[in-house]
């Protein structure tokens, strides 16, 4: 594990050098990182290769960052955006519209603005007035013609250039919207359709939660309820993550078993392609569905899958694929639960006491929380210690809510309104069971502040490495005393 790790540490150093070099086409940089790719692998397993593969991943980071940013800065669009240009443009929505009261918008691929070729760069689509209407019911994947103003990023969606945005198109008049013309953008939309329209006989705030859990679609939740959420270190549970992917796995799980080992692959890589289409995609669903997929192909080969390997390799080839993920802090999260659960839940479980269940709850819940206080803290400055109880309590709604509001919402969106209402009844007794621990727990103000978190760490470690050296001293006192009993048993000399 040193060796992946420690390619995995030279890569983000090269992104960080690189957003510090600025964008540039960076060819000779990728060039040497390839070679220095090829000549590791012809050292194989030695040191130099070491050596040639960490200098190699330095140099792609650097590469692939200064690629990114130079795509930001010279592009199809650059011109108009600087020159807020006024033309038509036929647009492709990557998610789903969202905004405030008076405003919607999204990020879309720009197929073509003015009449020339706009290199699918995207932007970010700004839509007010009564065309909001219109546009608030696309969905991912569905096209549109609009008129409209391309402008720079400014104000808040600055942060959108990290999602590949090289500005804003500000519509004024909508001239037509088509359905996707994607095979998996259409039937991922379908199924999408087919388990909202099972949940719509649920009230309005379940319904929307019910949204959350299993899409990641929180647009429709109460403002009051997702400040409870975040208050109670709950959010994730509106984020679609890896336990999402692996129930969505569980449900058709009984008819890949049947098939043989390729065609079960390709299965199941297809079920993840819908379930990520389906959930458009967010950072959390795309490390879970690389995960899962290098897993699925390490079985196909019959080589081992560790863990904590499977994550470094997958959070390798995402970085490398699209760098601006380091900036994403769902992304960061995501990798931070998956690392904390895979290096801290079995020491934790271990050390508990107590009924297996809990105690494996209660460790998988605490070293998730491990894994993402660092990035917490640097981004919201505080850590809510309410999460370890809260996530404890609602931990078993968890699984059983998934598996079945995504079973009750595509059975009763095929079979009606009045099978789905019976089928719902389960779903919303668990719905408002976790409303009822998100609202409780938000109101207990516990937290710690980044000097309140250094002062624990700090103790934490200090206990540690107490007990670390208890051990070590003991251990070497106890051998030393053993080796002199056996010394003077075995010496003939003594009586």
């Given amino acids: 594990m040193i060796v992946p790790l ?19 086409p960076a060819r000779i940089l990728l060039g040497t990182a390839l070679c220095g790719f090829g000549i590791a692998f012809g050292y194989r397993h030695t040191r130099p290769a070491v ?31 600087a020159s807020d240009a006024e033309g038509e443009a036929v647009l492709t929505l990557a998610e789903d519209p969202d905004g405030p009261t008076f405003e919607s918008g999204a990020i879309a691929r720009v197929d073509s603005f003015g009449g020339r070729d706009a290199g699918e760069r995207r ?32 104000g808040f969606s600055t942060r959108l250039r990290w999602q590949h945005a090289v500005g804003e198109f500000r519509v004024d008049d909508i001239r037509a919207v088509a359905r996707p013309d994607s095979l998996w953008y259409g039937a991922a939309n379908g199924a999408r359709r087919a388990v ?29 309820l997702v400040v409870a959420f975040r208050d109670a270190g709950l959010s994730h549970l509106l984020a679609v993550s890896g336990a999402n992917v692996a129930f969505a796995l569980a449900v058709v799980e009984p008819a890949l078993r049947r098939l043989r080992r390729g065609p079960r692959l390709i299965g199941g890589l297809g079920v993840l392609v819908l379930f990520g289409t389906m959930t458009r995609w967010e950072p959390s669903v795309l490390r879970a569905s690389v995960m899962v997929g290098l897993v699925m192909l390490a079985r196909l080969l019959g080589r081992p899958a560790e863990a904590r390997r499977v994550l470094v390799l997958a959070m390798l080839g995402l970085l490398a694929a699209d760098p601006f993920l380091l900036h994403s802090v769902g992304f ?6 998956c690392a904390g659960i895979v290096v801290f ?29 660092p990035v917490l803290l640097t981004t919201f400055g505080t850590i809510p210690l309410i999460a ?24 009763g969106g095929v079979l009606g309104p009045g099978v789905a209402w019976w089928l719902q009844l389960p779903t919303l007794a668990m719905l408002r069971g976790i409303e009822w621990v998100a ?13 309140q978190a250094s002062w624990l760490t700090a103790a934490v470690a200090l206990v540690a490495g107490t007990r670390w050296w208890r051990t070590r001293t003991g251990s070497i006192t106890g051998r030393g005393r053993r080796i002199h009993r056996e010394g003077k048993r075995s010496d003939p000399a003594r009586p």
């Fill in 6 to 24: 420690t390619m995995l540490g030279a890569l983000v150093a090269g992104i960080l050098a690189g957003e510090q070099l600025g964008g540039g």
């Fill in 51 to 81: 050596v040639f593969v960490v200098a190699a991943c330095v140099l792609l980071g650097s590469a692939v960052e200064q690629r990114a940013l130079h795509g930001l800065e010279r592009s199809p669009l650059t011109v108009p955006v």
């Fill in 123 to 154: 932007v970010f689509v700004v839509v007010q007035g009564d065309e909001r209407s219109v546009f608030g019911a696309l969905e991912a994947g569905d096209r549109l013609r609009a008129t409209g103003t391309m402008t720079p990023l400014h």
């Fill in 196 to 224: 909202l329209r099972g949940s719509a006989t649920l009230p309005a705030t379940p319904r929307a939660l019910l949204t959350g859990f299993l899409l990641g679609d929180t647009r429709a939740i109460p403002d009051d």
């Fill in 332 to 337: 960061l999260l995501s990798c931070g639960a």
């Fill in 345 to 373: 839940a079995a020491p934790c479980s271990a050390r508990l006491r107590g009924p297996s269940w809990f105690r494996e709850a209660l460790a998988v819940t605490t070293a998730a929380q491990i894994g993402v206080a």
């Fill in 388 to 411: 370890l109880p809260a996530n404890l309590v609602a931990a078993p709604f968890v699984g059983p809510l998934t598996v079945w509001g995504l079973v009750a919402g595509l059975v």
């Fill in 439 to 451: 609202r409780s727990a938000a109101t207990a103000p516990l937290a710690l502040d980044p000097t």
